[in-house]
């Protein structure tokens, strides 16, 4: 047969709690008992609410550039939920809420956007990497990661977050491909929130899915509504099994929005339509749950007063915490640069220069030197 | 003749090529409806359309690599990289293709592309936002580097680069993006690559520096009282030795300022080659004051990293007495 | 529908003129007419026999490594037949039929592997780009070559050749992604030989096709025999139409075979099997279109032997024409560095050196120098 | 003590820290039933099986990438990279990423990985394969950068470079493969990192240089007849300036011979370190025998850009006489 199919392939996309309020029983039923989702629920609040507090402490100079994580709460939240806790996230930067579910203390996160390091100085025992600033970069790290699980013979796994515009990157590909044919128990998590920055999803992917990058490596792919905290759990949860038990990588699409600007160093407003935003707010992944729990009396009006009395609370011990951190010092970033530090470095280090003569006052010995301030060499 | 920012400078450098010369075209990250994350590009989506100033995808190999097939197929590409932190995706493309296409065809295929990058730091970015990679390009035979330190500067060299038959990375200094304004003329003009700029001369000590750090060596000048010749190199590659050999040769004495890390900084070529031409002539070693050898810390410590007026005028004490 | 279809898909493998000498004459009738397929056969026949003598060549010292061609003359050739000679053909390495179809001189390929630039100063009007070394590196280049004709509004397209191997890097990705969102008229030429160099194509692509790999990005894919030339002008051709008046990229993946070492520095009894190669031996296009000709009388034993006295002269000339360039001098490697020279290269090209004392002797002037040997500084 | 070259001591010294540790792995591009190009990954595939000598994809940035995350969840990869030529896809895994793991956790992840790579020309190789980068990778914080000039420190050098806690990139001057023997102890032993190694001693000249170009370096003084030191930086970062400085003070003239281009070339540092600590000790202008800058000529012409003994014999009759 001169013409005939090498390959055939179906993507799925899966949905289990609809804007509308109609949940799939055959597919969600028994996916998250009615405590857990209200805890869920409570845990998103706290990162809407963050988000708010972060966007003032911004603009009032208390803090560098913030990413807002709004709209996008259930993705990495419902992720992190479906894995364990020894497994890693390695994220990228709009995936608060699965972090803070993950074990990353909130204080981290506002450290690294106060220009701090030591938001990055992961505490033992919690499984994740830094934010990533670097698009791209970081799903390679999950890969290695995840590799070095199975070479030790663990069955622990990694999840890597990641944008529609990060798929674009080389290294998203270079790191599928290895994930794929060396068989490494990792799950490849696209948050497509319709843009990077400025630029809509279609300049990064103009197929008709994201999903379908997946397919070039041969891999299982399958998209998301990533405002459905039930869909995302069930698909990672699948994932997951996959990848502990077959070492198989998952690509997976949630489909979600930034509700708010790319940062605050961005207006929104100079390239998306206003109505595009209303009508993904009525898919607000919160509002949903709450309709969710609220049709089976699970919240009600009062509870939510209460949870908005604990989220301030809670975020505002965070940010006491972030803001009360003792002013990081000159040695500081020397201090980390090597497991021991090398001799040029030790002076510039103690002497804070590097030019020569600042360096080595001897050779001045004898000439008087006349400082424009009152500082000496070693200030 | 108005009165503009760095950015405004650029943008009208950008608009007038634009205008002159349709093989001119724009492609990047955001530079298009967003006018770029700095706005440097502002406007320029509106008013030469969608197929002259290009939103691609994520990617800065594949705007790099897309540029080169663009530049050796009769376009004047100006690729613009967000950040020079995220130059490296890049670099492969840059340094093994850009760099060598002339020598390796022996001029058959050429790549007159200019790259345009922010860089530097001192404007409170977050990770990767803050670097300064230029000893990295300059060390790259084949291409062209510049930085300039004035909106009259930027405007005359980004025309020269662009007009250059051979690739050029522009980098531009952000941290002087809206520091300061500077009359810069309407009409066309060029800067010629390669020829540094004596900012103010002086006889006892010659002080060397580019980029955003021009201006912390004019306030250190003028706290020390001293009288210090100021070179803004405006070229990094190839380097105006004949400026600087003339200014040591007078002086005796030399100061390096720069933001990149001391060690294989650009500082090094320079005080290097003082030395091989010079030597005789030297009172002193030539000093460089630099930023660390350590990675450039987040915000709250990049003031402590970044050498200011301080540390240049300490470095001036003691030069000046040695 | 909790779980709908989001994609599905179909990839279509192409063949026309098979192993046993099957042709389908749907697909094949007038798609290459006798005296074609004849020239076709010579000039893949000039092709084998470069292989030969470069192989030598290399053994007796007389060229640097050389990477064969052999068994996969029927891929490069059959797509630069069905493109017009204003399209761009943007190669690797293998690919020296295609290009000496599309007017490149033969020698200049041997002065590449000799070690001269002049092998790559590519003849004003032939549209080829040289060589290309560095894996992966070159479908950029084709899409922006393809992306400035577009530009200009010509509807000349760029068709660019790579192996199995350099779909692995982020390069390939980027290039196709740039194509497909950005509508750029380009045709993704992929030559899976089965290996690269020592590692067998499952490392590189663990999915049933590498032709999938262009359903990441929502592009037309297919799957060819490319050991058909037939079949291989027939899919080109309709992707060179596709290019052309819509400007949508097509992925092409050959299915071919590299009969010789990766290169001659490579010994492939290291890594494969003598009846792996033994298969393909018997798929050799050569042979098949031989067969193709001999049933329709178009060829005898007697042509055979015409031919290749025709095709012993043909490449000796081209060795002679290569090996009588005028040697290489000093001065070559600087002066098509910059369009004009900068100072400190002119000082380097002049005087030899890049010491200072070597460059300016007149700073030694009084003292007296005694070298090592009779030159003098400038010798 | 057997007689090894230089690729066989670097086999023994990988075949000898994954017998040690298992948490050695290897992965690259054909290192593992090919043995790698160069075959210095000979037998091991065969000895410690796939999961620890790992054949990748074609994909540098994918084999740095990954290798960060091995090493960052408790590994000890060590990657190859085939040709130093063919880094540049890796460069913003190794400078953003391995480079600035540990001082951006401050501490807690950390990246121990030895980056192997081939390096240098004169091998006749095509384009490419015989570049010279570790300047670039020297002016990178939070990288040590090593390379051997004979076998015994090649195996010595690795083994340290492995056990390293930090990213290491271990050039290998391909060269000198298999250009001379030289009796290599079969137990274990480490040359640490940082330390120089006086190949020679002398007192008119300092000669400094690393990888293969320390033999250049050794026809040259021999053919000259004069009593110079030559130093071996065997690791160029962190430099062992002590060493330098050291024997400057006593010969007082110093020559840099490296292949990678002039300018910006890893020289200059040292150049401009001399001037710095020597600068009284200084009888000469510090000179550098170095690659022109022009991109790596094709082979014909390698050899007329390589440093060889007669043009760094020219620099010491100069130096001498000046
Ligand atoms: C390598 C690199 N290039 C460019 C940037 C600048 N940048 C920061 S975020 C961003 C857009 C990212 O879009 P996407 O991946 O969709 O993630 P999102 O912000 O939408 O969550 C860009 C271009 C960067 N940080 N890194
Ligand atoms: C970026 C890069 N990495 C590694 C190499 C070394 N190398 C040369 S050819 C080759 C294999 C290429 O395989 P493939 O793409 O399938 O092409 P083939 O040789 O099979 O035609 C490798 C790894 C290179 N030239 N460039
Ligand atoms: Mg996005
Ligand atoms: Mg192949």
């Known amino acids: 047969m001169p013409v005939k199919p090498a390959f055939e392939t179906t993507i799925d996309h899966v949905s289990i709690l609809d804007e509308n309020g109609g949940f799939d029983e055959k597919l969600g039923k028994g996916l998250i008992s009615d405590n857990d989702i209200v805890t869920l629920y409570e845990h998103m609040s706290v990162c809407r609410h963050l988000d708010e507090v972060a966007f003032k402490l911004q603009r009032s100079g208390r803090m560098g550039t913030y990413p807002e994580n709004r709209g996008q709460e259930a993705t990495s939240l419902g992720a992190a939920y479906a894995l364990r806790k020894t497994d890693w996230l390695v994220s990228c930067y709009r995936e608060n809420c699965g972090l803070f579910w993950h074990g990353l203390p909130i204080e981290y996160v506002l450290l690294h956007w106060m220009g701090d390091e030591r938001g990055n100085k992961i505490p033992d025992g919690v499984n994740v990497t830094p934010l990533a600033i670097p698009i791209g970069t970081q799903m390679l790290h999950a890969t290695g990661i995840a590799w070095a699980n199975k070479y030790r013979g663990d069955d622990n796994i990694a999840c890597t977050f990641f944008g529609d515009g990060a798929t674009s990157e080389g290294d998203f590909h270079e790191a599928a491909n290895f994930a794929a044919n060396l068989d490494i128990p990792v799950i490849f998590f696209c948050q497509n929130n319709g843009w990077a920055i400025s630029v809509p999803t279609k300049i990064q992917c103009s197929a008709p899915t994201i999903a379908q990058r997946g397919i070039a490596y041969g891999m299982d792919c399958v998209q998301v509504d990533g405002n459905d905290i039930f869909a995302v759990v069930r698909v990672v949860r699948d994932a997951a099994e996959r990848a502990r038990t077959h070492n198989r990588p998952t690509f997976v699409e949630a489909l979600t929005y930034r509700l708010g600007d790319h940062t605050t160093a961005d207006d929104a407003r100079r390239y998306r339509d206003a109505d595009e935003v209303e009508k993904w707010h009525k898919r607000d992944p919160l509002i949903r749950i709450r309709k969710y729990m609220a049709d089976r009396n699970l919240w009600d009006d009062s509870r939510e007063d209460a949870l908005s009395e604990k989220t301030k609370a809670e975020v505002s011990a965070a940010v006491k915490r972030a803001e009360e951190i003792v002013a990081p010092e000159f040695a500081d970033f020397f201090d980390s640069m090597y497991a021991s530090m090398p001799a040029e470095l030790r002076t510039q280090r103690g002497t804070r220069r590097t030019s020569s003569l600042g360096q080595d006052p001897s050779q001045l010995d004898g000439s008087n030197v006349s400082y424009p301030n009152t500082q000496g060499v070693n200030a | ?322």
């Not at chain 2, 936002?129 to 510049?146: F, M, N, R, W």
């Not at chain 2, 630099?290 to 004490?317: C, H, N, Q, S």
Request: charged share 25%.
């Open chain 2, 1 to 322: 003749m108005a009165n503009l920012t760095l950015v405004q400078a650029i943008n009208l450098a950008l608009i007038q090529e634009m205008e002159k010369d349709d093989r001119v075209m724009l492609l990047g990250e955001d530079v298009g409806a967003n006018g770029g994350v700095f706005r440097v590009t502002e406007g320029l989506h509106k008013r030469f359309g969608g197929d002259r100033v290009v939103d691609t995808p994520l990617a800065e190999s594949g705007i790099i690599g897309t540029s080169i097939g663009l530049a050796m197929n009769g376009l004047r590409p100006i690729p613009e990289i967000q950040f020079e932190g995220f130059l490296g995706p890049a670099y492969d493309q840059i340094t093994t293709h850009a760099a060598r296409f002339r020598t390796r065809t022996r001029g058959a295929l050429t790549v007159p592309l200019t790259i345009r990058v922010p860089v530097g730091g001192g404007i409170h970015a977050p990770e990767l936002h803050s670097d300064s990679p230029e000893a990295i390009y300059a060390h790259t035979p084949g291409l062209k580097v510049v930085m300039p330190a004035s909106p009259y500067d930027a405007k005359g060299l980004l025309i020269s680069a662009i007009r250059d038959p051979d690739p050029v990375i522009f980098f531009e200094p952000k941290r002087i993006y809206r520091a300061f304004r500077e009359e810069v003329p309407e009409d066309e003009y060029t800067v010629p690559i390669g020829e540094a700029r004596i900012v103010r001369e002086g006889e006892e000590i010659t002080m060397i520096s580019w980029g955003a750090s021009v201006i912390q060596c004019m306030n250190a000048i003028e706290e020390s009282g001293r009288s210090i010749e100021l070179v803004d190199l405006r070229t990094i590659a190839p380097l105006d030795m004949d400026t600087i050999e003339a200014s040591v040769r007078k002086t005796g004495r030399a100061v390096i300022v720069h933001e990149a890390p001391k060690t294989c900084g650009f500082g090094a070529e320079i005080a290097s080659r003082i030395m091989e031409r010079c030597f005789l002539h030297l009172e002193a070693p030539v000093q460089r004051v630099a930023g660390f050898d350590t990675v450039m810390p987040y915000y709250k410590l990049e003031l402590e990293y970044l050498p200011d007026a301080e540390r240049i005028g300490k470095a001036i004490a003691e030069i000046a007495a040695y």
